[in-house]
């Protein structure tokens, strides 16, 4: 397993942009896919977005032309590039990987909350 650590939260306005960072203390090559979750107060956690190792990436239709999920191996980092925010995003976000033995391994969350 791995131990991840998000950051790049914060207040964001309605319209405005966030990147999120999840870094990755460990081998990141042992990692087979990292996806991003988000948790509303009140609400289920729901999935946002994946990244495959071969870079092939999927988004939740709610996301969907907003967001932009990458990785960037030589920093062991992963990125949640988020666009065009609406107050419906604000959520705790964590980043979550699974590695080639199905093995998961999640951040602590990392909050964004978009509000005028």
């Known amino acids: 397993q791995v131990q991840l650590v998000e ?4 207040l964001v306005q309605p319209g405005g942009s966030l990147r999120l ?12 896919s990292i996806r991003w979750y988000r948790q ?3 609400k289920q956690r729901e999935w ?5 190792g071969g870079g092939v990436s999927d988004y939740a239709d709610s996301v969907k032309g907003r967001f932009t ?20 995003d604000t959520a705790v976000y964590y980043c979550k990987t699974t590695g080639w033995g ?3 391994s999640w951040g602590q969350g990392t909050q964004v909350t978009v509000s005028s």
């Open 21 to 32: 960072s999840c870094v990755v203390f460990g081998n990141i090559f042992s990692i087979n």
């Open 48 to 52: 946002v977005a994946t990244i495959t």
């Open 69 to 88: 999920i990458s990785r960037d191996n030589a920093k062991n980092t992963i990125y949640l590039q988020m666009n065009s925010l609406k107050p419906e």
């Open 40 to 42: 509303a107060p009140g």
């Open 7 to 10: 950051s790049g939260g914060g």
């Open 102 to 104: 199905g093995d998961d």
